[in-house]
Structure formats: C-alpha cells, structure tokens
C-alpha cells in the first residue's frame, strides 16, 4: 500500500496557471485562516484560486455532483465521493477537544440528564451527510437505548434558537456553538468527540480538503504542498489574515473567531500523519458497520 502523503513534498511549480482552481470551503475563522495566503497569491508558486464560499452541507453536495476542483468538505460525505476525489493530506479539520455537542435546556433540580434521556427525543442536527451527525449516530447507539427519535436538519445557525424555544427536544452543533451555547440557556448533555477519543484514543476527524482526481498526481501534490505552506504563513504572522477571517465570520465576536481558530487549526491541519489516517479509517470504518456509509473501496485512502 502506498504511504500517505505525510511528508514535506517538493516545492511547487512556479509555472503560472492560466486558469485560476474553482474552490469551495466555508466562512468559518478556522477555514479563511487556512487559506488565506493561498486565496491572495501571497503562496510562491501556488495555482491562483477562483473561491466559493459555502456551509459544509452544502460542500458536500458539491462534491457528489462533481463540482469544483478542490473542495472543504466532511470526512463523512468521502466514501460517496472518493472515486472522483482525493484527500489531501492538509488543510483539513482534526483535533482533540474539539467535537461537535449534544445541547439541551438547561435541566430542572435533581439528576442531570443523561443519553438515556434522549430515547424516543427529536433531535436537530446540521446535516446527515456530516462528520457530526456519524459521531452523535456512533454515540447514540451506546449511549441512548433504544435510539432517538425523529432527526430534524436544520440549518448550523437555527439549531441553539430551536433547541432554547422548546421546537426540538436536543440539537447537535458545531463550531463555535462550544463557545456560545451558555448565551442561549442551554446545557451541554455530551460532547460527541470526548466520547470518540475516550473509546478511540484517535483524534477528531471533522473536516477534510479534497481535490478532482482527474487533475493528475503531479497537480495534486502541488496542491497539498500549497495548502501546507499557507497554512504555516498563516501561523508565522496571524495578523496577516485577520482581516479576511473577519470579514467573513458572519459578525463572530473577534475573540470567538480567536477561540475558532486556536481550536481547529492545529498539527494536523498542517499534515494528517499516520494518526490523523487512522481517525479516518477508524470513524468511516465503524460508520459502515453500523449501516451509515457505504464501506470504503480498496485503497480509497492510499496517496495520489
């Protein structure tokens, strides 16, 4: 089996481009941080980039339509999509302490609430092509017997107010809710990632970079190289990208959007390593033995 990209590749080509690479990926502070040398030409030698920005859910549903060179996406959408797209080792979102939350009204007098609690519940949750939703789903058939009940999607920034107003009896969020949930007068029921790395050892596996295949190994490798380098300029002059991240952090508190960054942009955005694999393989491998993805093909991981 060929090894993953885990190390430090060639320098890219300093060749222009004659057409910028179509981009997708999110406005959250941890995803503009990356990207922000590469998107202003400021990465030596890096293709130029045409950017989209787009929540995950909708991402993800680019990439099983095919569109769009290089995609942020989650880890849970790749077995539907690994046949036109490779990972890149970089650029992605793992981590520890870092996974999504299962939040409800803040509990009355006497026991807290526990995952039991849950059992026959209405849920509301992102997407059900997310990382979030395999680690809740992964959580669930542990921890809730018998299972929840209705799954309701709604949008990231409908799910607190829900959850608050009595629409929904749980929701499972992401991001920056870890930060902000207190303001809505909910309780924190159980972290999905704590759960995954107390019975895993492996870090969180939440978002991932991909790239079309059909752009060569060569091309690929050029990508993954400046997806590495930007993220390293991005940590030797933070102020250099504060600007694009606020502006695009949908009016995020500056210290939140700090707090965003800090927490999702880590060792493993800068490379996977033998780690970061195994967090994938782990999550897709026991999302498909409990029905919830199809099990990945032969080699679907291996480096391009």
């Known amino acids: ?29 941890n995803d503009t941080f990356v990207f922000d040398a590469w998107a202003h030409g400021r990465v030596p030698g890096a293709p130029a980039l045409d950017v989209t920005f787009a929540d995950i859910d909708i991402t993800n549903g680019m990439a099983e339509r095919g569109e769009f060179d290089v995609l942020k996406v989650s880890y849970a959408v790749l077995p539907w999509v690994l046949d036109d797209y490779a990972l890149l080792p970089c650029g992605g979102a793992l981590g520890r302490g ?13 026991q807290p609430l526990t995952g039991k609690d849950l059992a026959g519940k209405t849920v509301a949750v992102p997407s059900e092509r997310s990382t979030a939703y395999l680690l809740f789903r992964l959580w669930a058939a542990a921890e809730v ?20 107003d009595g629409e929904v009896d749980a929701g499972l969020v992401i991001h920056e809710a870890r ?8 309780h924190c029921l159980a972290d999905m990632g704590e759960h995954w790395e107390q019975t895993t050892g492996l870090p969180i596996p ?20 400046a997806a590495r380098t930007s993220v390293r300029m991005a940590w030797d002059d933070p102020e250099a990208s504060r600007a694009y991240v606020l502006e695009h952090a949908q009016e995020m508190d500056p210290s939140v959007a700090d707090q965003h960054i800090g927490l999702y ?19 897709l491998t ?19």
């Open 98 to 110: 870092c996974g999504p939350l299962v939040l409800t009204r803040q509990p009355g007098a006497g």
């Open 265 to 283: 942009v880590n060792e493993f955005t800068a490379d996977l390593g033998e780690s970061g694999y195994a967090a994938v393989r782990g999550l």
């Open 206 to 225: 939440l978002g991932a970079i991909i790239a079309k295949r059909s752009l060569g190994t060569e091309r690929l490798r050029e990508l993954a190289d």
């Open 179 to 186: 930060f902000t949930y207190q303001n809505y007068g909910l």
């Open 145 to 164: 017997p018998g299972g929840v009940g209705e799954i309701k999607v709604l949008p990231f920034h409908a799910i607190m107010p829900a959850v608050r």
């Open 286 to 304: 026991r999302a498909a033995a409990e029905g919830l993805v199809p099990p990945l093909g032969p080699g679907a991981l291996d480096a391009v």
């Open 1 to 29: 089996m060929t090894e993953p990209l885990s190390e430090p590749l060639a320098e890219p080509s300093t060749e222009p481009s004659t057409e910028p690479l179509k981009i997708a990926y999110s406005p959250c502070p």
